[in-house]
């Protein structure tokens, strides 16, 4: 499994703070004794053993995390800078292996078909689209920019976009919602039509801006 470098980690004591990035700490690690650094290595060890055995499946069926990191490895060809730098990579094998994306195989694989059909059209709209991968907030403006003003272009690509951009990598945007309803309907409630329950839901998760 591939370790990614660490970003800077803020330490705070007292009122004292103090940014140290990853190759500080490991000096500040070495002033203090090899056998310290190792320590703290070999206690690392398994914590990542443990991530990467759920990451592919090497554990019990109800821990493994394999097809959920499938997908969201698959996910990456909605970058138009994967797509750009990936082109050898992105055949129509590599669309047919889009289904493992639940959403995308409905109605016997029509969408498949359709990205398929549209492959070079997207493709041809990537090509050369660069973005800063290190800035979350820039990645996500020029990617998600890119498909509301451009994503036309890509023909069926753009409906495959909206549906890969409405997944959530968590539970928690779910949980809020059933929290919501849980505190704005009670026992006494358990008959309002649909429509009030979905509406009133819709408007206080968006905070009235919808």
Known sequence: MKKTRASPTKIAHDDDEEEIDEAEMTELLKAHGDNNYSKVIDSLVPAFDYLEN?????????????????????????????????????????????????????????????????????????????VDHSDVDAFSVAVL???????????AWREAAEIVFSLTPNSASAERAFSLLKCMFGDNQERCLADLVQASIMLRYNERNI
């Open 145 to 155: 920019g890119w498909w509301k003003n451009h994503g036309s272009s890509a023909g």
């Open 54 to 130: 759920r990451l592919t499946g090497n554990c019990r069926a109800q821990f493994s995390f394999e097809h959920t990191y499938r997908v969201f490895e698959l996910c990456r060809v909605f970058d138009l800078s994967f797509v750009s730098e990936n082109e050898a990579r992105i055949d129509l094998a590599f669309v047919r292996s889009l289904a493992a994306i639940k959403p995308l195989a409905r109605n016997d694989g029509e969408l498949i078909t359709a990205l398929q059909r549209d492959l070079n059209l997207y493709m041809a709209a990537a090509r050369g689209f660069t």
